[in-house]
């Protein structure tokens, strides 16, 4: 009946979840800043502490040599720090929470060649696109989809318009035939799977790769994911991963 009723709540008031969020978001904050007040790459919190999907990154950061990294959803910093620290490579990372935008802005402070900006991904990678990153190479790790309102869709149709050349992973994707692999799931016409991006990407004829480890051999979260890239001499390079990436059906 508690659940019942706060369920209702939250469809009558939706600034009461709101205000929820933004105190859930200050507690993580708080608590990150306390345990952890700087990034610590012998702590593996990035990618969701996850071991196979840090080496599917590392595979094809070696495989593009990037020109730069660009992260939607900068959270509290772990993956924007590890991704700084592997590639060396300049991240621009933005993060619509302020709570976690200042948490990671202060944790990653020794970083030289990190961009962090505080507000919508789809704002952010519509100005990135209108700079000369946009005749770069970049890999694009996609994780700004969280609550009621995903970007996901806009975000890749901002990408595909703009760069010629990148490679994109998308966070918290479900795995076909391993739902081992967990993903979000935000009701109806908003399960971040390959039925909601399939229409831009058969459109815009862009191949998608999944994880090729069972889910029950990764490690930490075991979150899903998804990689994409135009098709030709981009997904010919990602085939030559197939112990690491398998094309989608």
Known sequence: ?????????????????????????????????????????????????????REIVKSLLDEFKFDAIIETGTYLGDTTGWLLENSKLPVYSCEISPAYFFTAQKRLSKFYNVHLELGDSRNFLSNLSKTD??????????????????????????IDD?????????????VPGDDG????????????????????????????????????????????????TKTGRNSDQIKKLAELLVKAE
Request: aromatic content about 14%; proline content about 5%.
């Open 133 to 158: 990153l946009k005749e770069k190479t970049c890999f694009f790790y996609l994780d700004a989809h969280w609550g009621r309102d995903l970007p996901l869709t806009k975000e890749i149709k901002i």
């Open 181 to 228: 692999y967990g993903y979000d799931d935000y009701g109806p016409g908003k399960r971040i799977e390959i039925k909601l991006i399939k229409p831009i990407l058969d459109e815009r004829s862009i191949s998608a790769f999944f994880p090729s480890l069972p889910s029950q051999r990764e490690s930490g979260a075991k979150r899903g994911c998804v990689v994409f």
């Open 162 to 174: 703009a760069w010629l050349d990148y490679v994109v992973m998308i966070d918290d994707f479900r």
């Open 1 to 53: 009946m508690k659940k019942f009723l706060k369920n209702i709540i939250h469809k009558i008031f939706p600034e009461y979840r709101d205000l929820q969020v933004q105190l859930s978001e200050i507690e993580n904050a708080f608590a990150m800043l306390s345990l952890r007040p700087e990034y610590e790459s012998s702590v593996n919190l990035s990618f969701n502490s996850q071991n196979y999907r």
